[in-house]
């Protein structure tokens, strides 16, 4: 079954750490999307990515980095700049810009 | 403010009954998109429309476009308990930006049972 995979579903950060949080298609799609999602509130795009080796940010794309060096495979690092990370991530894809999305089942960060 | 805004914020209905959410938005659009989101889990893309559609259908889901008025409306017929959920317009601008879709904050519909 094609689909989109996010890893892992539960993640602590502790402090001044970096975390990273994996995200897997197998649906051939060219773009790919990381959203965050606060509680009782829409999504909010962080970074996208068009092709494999291009991406550009998002609306609040401070304090988060990303590669696309697979065309399956687009990992988010939350970094320690990031000061209020705690928030549900959700990681999409779609054939093209501005197609409709596939979304993943979401990570929940949250901070020790 | 966001591009995307859902009205009503909450909603809640027996089952059978219709549900109606709005969502009105800011700039021209090239398609607005409506998702559906479970609880704790990703988003499911339900329809889209294009900006020179006025009405799509999809089963018991029926989606309306006025972009004179900047809005368009969601409508599940005869609904069941298992429709409960958030849902969400997204709209992609005209503008030519690579931007991509922007969210509303959602319609929580509750369908009793």
Known sequence: DGGITQSPKYLFRKEGQNVTLSCEQNLNHDAMYWYRQDPGQGLRLIYYSQIVNDFQKGDIAEGYSVSREKKESFPLTVTSAQKNPTAFYLCASSITLNQPQHFGDGTRLSIL | ?113
């Open chain 2, 1 to 113: 403010s966001q591009q995307g805004e859902e009205d009503p914020q909450a909603l809640s209905i027996q089952e059978g009954e219709n549900a109606t959410m709005n969502c009105s938005y800011k700039t021209s659009i090239n398609n607005l998109q409506w998702y559906r989101q479970n609880s704790g889990r990703g988003l499911v893309h339900l329809i889209l429309i294009r900006s020179n559609e006025r009405e799509k259908h999809s089963g018991r889901l029926r989606v309306t476009l006025d972009t004179s008025k900047k809005s368009s409306s969601l409508l599940i017929t005869a609904s069941r308990a298992a429709d409960t959920a958030s849902y969400f317009c997204a709209t992609v601008i005209s503008s030519g930006s690579a931007r991509q879709l922007t969210f509303g904050s959602g319609t929580q519909l509750t369908v009793l049972p």
